[in-house]
């Protein structure tokens, strides 16, 4: 069986929504970032990053959230990674997003959730502003793109909406302006009717919840 080594973080999100969708056969492993796990030897030794997620079958052992999502639905035989042209726009869409759109939602995510919940004082208004900018800027050109598909890769639900779409479930507590992009809303309105997208994070043993909750979730 595969291993998916995550944490309640915005990459390993796309990755655990991907594999509970798939109904994918992972173990999921959860680490406590703040206790360190991420920086055991053990770990080191699979991803020498110090990040999640991982993907781990004893074969391969693969990093970073994007291309997992696509060796789960190769594996799984989906055409959320599809065996066409479609797979350019998928990459495309992926390198979009961590360059632009991500990116700014990412920082405004870090602004407003990870700053407080660990202490690391009020958020920075100047990066705040700036990231505004930024996001505003390329979810504009997101929502202009919605208005004639139904999903990012012509009508078809792919990888790509899961990793575009990552930052959206902590719109509201990240102070990211979704009402302002009709089409983006309702794209993420669509992917809110997935089980998986909304609660993507496996059931954890309850002496690992109090940890989950001092955590960047």
């Known amino acids: 069986m595969m291993k998916l080594y995550y944490s309640d973080i915005l990459s390993a999100r796309k990755a655990c929504a991907v594999a509970r969708y798939l109904k994918s056969p992972v173990e999921f ?57 479609r797979q350019i726009e998928i990459v495309r869409w992926f390198s979009w997003n961590a360059q632009h759109f991500g990116r700014h939602g990412g920082a405004l995510y870090f602004e407003h959730i990870v700053r407080p919940r660990f202490g690391l004082g009020n958020a920075d208004p100047i990066a705040v502003d700036e990231d505004l900018d930024g996001l505003r800027r390329f979810a504009a050109v997101l929502n202009g793109h919605l208005k004639s598909h139904t999903w990012l890769v012509g009508d078809a639900l792919t990888v790509a909406d899961f990793s575009v779409g990552v930052t959206l479930p902590y719109a509201e507590q990240a ?43």
């Open 29 to 85: 492993v959860y680490l406590d970032l703040p206790k360190g796990e991420q920086q055991a030897p053990a770990y080191i030794a699979i991803n020498p990053n110090g990040k999640v997620p991982t993907l781990s079958d004893g074969q391969q052992t693969l990093w970073e959230a994007d291309a997992i999502m696509c060796l789960l639905a190769e594996r799984a035989g989906s055409d959320l990674w599809p065996h066409d042209v």
């Open 175 to 217: 102070a990211l302006p979704l009402g302002e992009f009709p089409e983006v809303r309702r794209w993420h309105d669509q992917l809110n009717e997935i089980e998986a997208w909304r609660e993507p994070f496996p059931p954890r043993p309850s002496g690992q919840e109090q940890s989950r909750r001092c955590s960047p979730i």
